[in-house]
């Protein structure tokens, strides 16, 4: 399977890169679109539908390839993916709820595949990912693989998940991918490292945390993140939003960690709003600000894969959560750096708002300020 990528500032431009990268013969099926402007939507749609080409296709604030970070407001992975092998579905939720939408994203795959491989991206910040993961696995199989990123705006987590024929604000996008004949692989790693003691959360309801330790939950995280954690104190909803950084590591039985960012406080009764599902008893520590070692984390996962399953691939897709972009600073250009030389092929990726991927061999999760790789290899 042949895949490259090609970027552009309109729509006519990559009009152009598109024709630019067929003249030599090569006929992609399948195009990973990434885009900022939401307005060039229909206009790309129109292009690749002409030319016979599947659309997996977003909105978001900043995406990267091979070549690093992308000014450019599209950029695009094309790949000629044999069609028989994968599918692309979009099932908005607006008139039902996220896990009735992965529920039926999970039918499908079942249907159309022995083996099926779900790359996700859905859109609507306040959807619950938990559900989404929980909606397809109900439907598939508890150990699908299930890969992806939340797609939106950083600043107001609007946007768009497209096809070539529709197009949702509050849906989910997936790729159904037979991995009876591509080879899919990937982990979702944050390489953050942990700090003071272990706490425990005492009093939560549904993403609220109000107490830990039976300490009130604002107070207990403001003590150790400091107030420079609030981006403002303006808000309309009494809430004080948070910076995405500094997670709080869930601890697995596995021994793996799962991160919880804090989203919002509540002054009113001093709970927290966490980026995905807690339970009463769970246990956490903080992290600390990142380093190279953070990096190198991320890094090597993709290395042991290379070197023990996979040792080349056709193509990489990265949904890096964008919480990271804000807390690495100039570090990200490395990370992005380390991940495209591991296979040394075409990648293309996002800074989503939340991540879907596997910690190691067990079940895939929700995450926040991770990363969440996947290779592609045509069997």
Same mark, same amino acid.
């Given at each position: 399977?042949?895949?490259?990528?090609?970027?552009?500032?309109?729509?006519?431009? %990559?009009?152009?890169?598109?024709?630019?990268?067929?003249?030599?013969?090569?006929?992609?099926?399948?195009?990973?679109?990434?885009?900022?402007?939401?307005?060039?939507?229909?206009?790309?749609?129109?292009?690749?539908?002409?030319?016979?080409?599947?659309?997996?296709?977003?909105?978001?604030? #900043?995406?990267?390839?091979? &070549?690093? *970070?992308?000014?450019?407001?599209?950029?695009?992975?094309?790949? $000629?993916?044999?069609?028989?092998?994968?599918?692309?579905?979009?099932?908005?939720?607006?008139?039902?709820?996220?896990?009735?939408?992965?529920?039926?994203?999970?039918?499908?795959?079942?249907?159309? +595949?022995?083996?099926?491989?779900?790359?996700?991206? @859905?859109?609507?910040?306040?959807? =619950?990912?938990?559900?989404?993961?929980?909606?397809?696995?109900?439907? /598939?199989?508890?150990?699908?693989?299930?890969?992806?990123?939340?797609?939106?705006?950083?600043?107001?987590?609007?946007?768009?998940?497209?096809?070539?024929?529709?197009? =949702?604000?509050?849906?989910?996008?997936?790729? %159904?991918?037979?991995?009876?004949?591509?080879?899919?692989?990937?982990?979702?790693?944050?390489?953050?490292?942990?700090?003071?003691?272990?706490?425990?959360?005492?009093?939560?309801?549904?993403?609220?945390?109000?107490?830990?330790?039976?300490?009130? /939950?604002?107070?207990?995280?403001?003590?150790?993140?400091?107030?420079?954690?609030?981006?403002?104190?303006?808000?309309?909803?009494?809430?004080?939003?948070?910076?995405?950084?500094?997670?709080? #590591?869930?601890?697995? /039985? =596995?021994?793996?960690?799962?991160?919880?960012?804090?989203? +919002?406080?509540?002054?009113?009764? &001093?709970?927290?709003?966490?980026?995905?599902?807690?339970?009463?008893?769970?246990?956490?520590?903080?992290?600390?600000?990142?380093?190279?070692?953070?990096?190198?984390?991320?890094?090597?996962?993709?290395?042991?894969?290379?070197?023990?399953?996979?040792?080349?691939? $056709?193509?990489?897709?990265?949904?890096?959560?964008?919480?990271?972009?804000?807390?690495?600073? @100039?570090?990200?250009?490395?990370?992005?750096?380390?991940?495209?030389?591991?296979?040394?092929?075409?990648?293309?990726?996002? +800074?989503?708002?939340?991540?879907?991927?596997? *910690?190691?061999?067990?079940?895939?999760?929700?995450?926040?300020?991770?990363?969440?790789?996947?290779?592609?290899?045509?069997?």
């Amino acid at each position: 399977m042949k895949a490259i990528t090609i970027k552009g500032t309109t729509p006519a431009g %990559i009009e152009a890169a598109l024709a630019e990268s067929t003249k030599d013969g090569f006929k992609p099926t399948l195009a990973i679109i990434t885009l900022t402007k939401v307005e060039n939507t229909e206009a790309i749609q129109a292009i690749f539908d002409r030319n016979g080409i599947a659309i997996f296709g977003l909105s978001t604030s #900043q995406k990267f390839t091979e &070549q690093g *970070l992308e000014s450019d407001d599209i950029a695009v992975m094309l790949m $000629d993916m044999n069609p028989a092998y994968f599918s692309i579905m979009l099932n908005d939720y607006k008139d039902s709820s996220a896990y009735e939408a992965g529920h039926r994203a999970g039918l499908a795959g079942k249907n159309l +595949f022995a083996n099926p491989g779900f790359i996700i991206s @859905p859109i609507d910040f306040g959807v =619950s990912g938990d559900k989404l993961i929980r909606g397809i696995t109900d439907a /598939a199989d508890e150990e699908v693989s299930i890969m992806g990123g939340v797609a939106g705006n950083l600043y107001d987590g609007l946007g768009l998940v497209f096809t070539n024929a529709s197009s =949702s604000s509050s849906g989910l996008l997936s790729l %159904i991918i037979d991995r009876d004949k591509i080879l899919i692989n990937g982990f979702a790693v944050s390489g953050w490292k942990p700090v003071g003691t272990t706490k425990t959360i005492t009093k939560v309801e549904g993403l609220w945390v109000f107490t830990i330790d039976h300490e009130p /939950a604002m107070n207990v995280i403001q003590r150790f993140l400091g107030n420079e954690m609030i981006v403002s104190a303006d808000s309309t909803n009494g809430l004080l939003p948070t910076e995405l950084g500094y997670p709080l #590591q869930f601890e697995r /039985a =596995s021994g793996h960690v799962i991160m919880r960012p804090a989203l +919002f406080f509540n002054p009113t009764n &001093q709970s927290v709003m966490l980026a995905g599902e807690v339970k009463e008893g769970d246990r956490f520590r903080f992290s600390l600000p990142p380093d190279f070692d953070v990096i190198e984390k991320v890094v090597e996962s993709a290395r042991t894969v290379k070197e023990m399953e996979m040792p080349d691939a $056709d193509a990489m897709l990265v949904f890096s959560c964008v919480g990271r972009l804000g807390s690495f600073g @100039p570090l990200i250009d490395t990370e992005i750096e380390g991940l495209a030389s591991i296979w040394n092929k075409p990648m293309l990726g996002f +800074f989503s708002l939340g991540e879907f991927g596997k *910690l190691d061999e067990g079940r895939c999760e929700w995450h926040g300020t991770t990363v969440s790789w996947v290779a592609l290899k045509e069997k």
